[in-house]
């Protein structure tokens, strides 16, 4: 009986998987993405370093043409830009704009300032020369969030590029589209080819550029991601900026301006739908103004209006996922169940889309989790305290350390009071925000490292000795020799 053999077939290799947008105002997927594979992670990132050859050698001036054409074209395109921001992570359409216009600003502001940032600094010793040179590392590897999909990107790539270095980033999987129009700009600027590339995927294709041939890693994130990404990079020590979690304190004074307060508070509570590692989430309100000052916070969180971000008229829009909402629903319950008031809102919105309506509590203590967890949503709850020391006290009862805002007449004592707050910001009389003329970031469980300003420039740069001796010259003796 003749043996039948089994048919040959090729093995196929596995498809690539996708990354599904899903537009929170709808619910419903808009784009996919095919996933960037490690093979190709690792060929981007080879062509990273054999671009980082010329491109560190041209003058700090020559790259910075670049750096300023970039800005031209966000600026151009920064309706286009803002739209589809918009449509991936739900902020409200002229919070996008004006993120693409801040990205335009850091990038003119690093074009124009890069070379004093990098000018050697010259120093005395026993040699006929000795200075500090500022040379870049290599190829710097980048993972970034969704909340500030563009503004991230920049705040890394712009600074990394000023210094000489090369970048690959890898966006949020929420918002891949924003990150590659970063990418497209840059080669409409005329970047050379290979010096800033982007890469699309979900946590795989993170870890796969962690553990490529990358120099650097940056990250933007959750505190619990932050610890993952350290322990990878530190298989082969590489250097990490950290950026992760805040649980912001906005302290009111018993002798505050309440007005200005009370529209402050709108402003660093709801930016980005409340979505902001920076926003103000721990509100710490002397008893003696309290209750006037829960008023004039009623009557504000009263007026802002949910709905389409698109629509001029909004000002809340949906929060990026229904993993978010859920999240933010369940720590308003919380709080209830604990005794907290609830003054406005409180519930989602009914509809497609994953909206919740802004929401004020009073009553609130240190067993509810708004107040001893990152609280990333439209919810405001206020902490009574006896006295500017014990506000001041429970602002560093947290593991976290980004911002914090006090809110007195007493200028004064603003430099005590900024002493006193463990974070990496302290703004008096004012929301928190980012500036790229100073340096961003936090102490504590808030991150390592500092990102913008020359201090965030110098993160990302090998701080090299050099002492020249003329020929000749006696051997190190005694002292000299470690």
């Not at 003749?2 to 090729?10: M, N």
């Not at 993405?33 to 370093?49: C, S």
């Not at 800005?71 to 359409?93: C, F, N, Q, S, V």
């Not at 990418?183 to 982007?198: I, M, Y």
Request: aromatic share 8%.
């Amino acid at each position: 009986m003749a043996v039948q053999r089994a048919k040959k077939t090729k093995a196929r290799r596995p498809r690539p998987g996708l990354v599904k947008v899903v537009n929170p105002t709808t619910g419903k997927v808009f784009e996919t993405f095919p996933i960037t594979t490690r093979e190709q992670v690792d060929a981007k990132v080879a062509k990273a370093r054999e671009a980082f050859k010329s491109w560190s050698r041209l003058d700090v001036d020559e790259r910075s043409v670049y750096l300023a054409r970039f800005a031209e074209i966000l600026r151009k395109r920064k309706e286009d830009y803002g739209r589809t921001m918009t449509m991936e992570m739900g902020k409200i359409l002229r919070e996008s704009i004006a993120e693409v216009e801040k990205c335009a600003t850091a990038a003119d502001f690093f074009a124009q300032n890069s070379k004093a940032f990098l000018t050697p600094e010259e120093a005395h010793t026993d040699a006929q020369r000795a200075y500090i040179a500022f040379h870049p590392r290599g190829v710097l590897g980048s993972i970034m969030p969704w909340n500030f999909p563009m503004w991230q990107i920049i705040r890394f790539a712009i600074p990394a590029l000023a210094a000489g270095n090369t970048a690959v980033i890898k966006p949020a999987s929420a918002s891949p589209r924003t990150g590659l129009f970063v990418e497209e700009a840059f080669r409409e600027a005329g970047l050379p080819d290979g010096v800033l590339q982007v890469v699309v995927g979900d946590y795989t294709t993170g870890t796969a550029l962690i553990r490529s041939r990358v120099d650097f890693v940056s990250l933007t994130g959750s505190v619990s991601t932050g610890v993952k990404i350290a322990r990878e990079a530190a298989r082969d020590l590489k250097k990490t900026v950290l950026e992760l979690g805040g649980s912001d304190p906005f302290i009111v004074a018993e002798d505050a301006d309440l007005d200005q307060a009370a529209k402050g508070a709108i402003v660093g509570r709801f930016i980005n739908n409340g979505q902001s590692c920076i926003a103000a989430k721990r509100f710490l309100v002397v008893d003696a103004v309290a209750d006037e000052f829960l008023a004039k916070l009623e009557e504000n969180v009263r007026r802002l209006k949910v709905g389409d971000p698109l629509d001029p008229s909004t000002d809340i829009g949906p929060l990026y996922a229904k993993s978010q909402r859920d999240e933010i629903e369940l720590q308003v319950k919380d709080a209830v169940a604990k005794g907290a008031k609830l003054l406005v809102g409180g519930k989602r919105v009914k509809g497609p889309g994953w909206f919740f309506e802004p929401t004020l509590l009073g009553g609130v203590t240190t067993k509810m989790k708004v107040m001893r967890q990152e609280t990333f949503g439209p919810v405001l709850p206020v902490f009574r305290v006896p006295s500017l020391d014990a506000a001041i006290e429970q602002a560093n009862d947290t593991e976290f350390g980004l911002g914090a805002s006090v809110w007195t007449r007493s200028l004064s004592l603003a430099d005590d009071i900024a002493r006193r707050i463990d974070s990496g910001l302290v703004f008096v009389n004012n929301a928190v925000k980012s500036d790229p003329r100073m340096p961003f970031g936090g102490v504590k469980h808030s991150g390592i490292g500092r990102e913008l300003s020359r201090y965030g420039l110098l993160e990302m740069v090998n701080v090299k000795t050099v002492q020249i001796y003329p020929p000749g010259s006696p051997a190190p003796q005694g002292p000299h020799v470690e």
